[in-house]
């Protein structure tokens, strides 16, 4: 799939846990691990939303877009 998910990346340089940021976001900890896996296949804007505010960033730091070779 050419939308990579750069979520794990942006968790380790703001030094939170899964667990953590799924709390703060209100998700739970098994759906939140399938979008920072790259598994998922959708993403509500309001879950996007509550990931760049708790992680101060924007949609483009998590989300990236590789065409396939």
């Not at 703001?14 to 940021?21: F, Q, T, V």
């Not at 939140?32 to 509550?50: M, P, W």
């Amino acid at each position: 799939m050419p939308i990579i998910v750069n979520l794990d990346i942006m968790m380790a340089r703001r030094k939170i846990s899964l667990g953590d940021l799924a709390e703060k976001i209100d998700i739970t900890p098994a759906n939140l691990s399938i979008l920072k896996t790259g598994k998922a296949k959708a993403i509500r804007f309001s879950t996007l939303e509550a990931i760049c505010h708790v992680l101060d960033c924007q949609p483009g730091d998590i989300l990236e877009y590789k065409p396939d070779e």
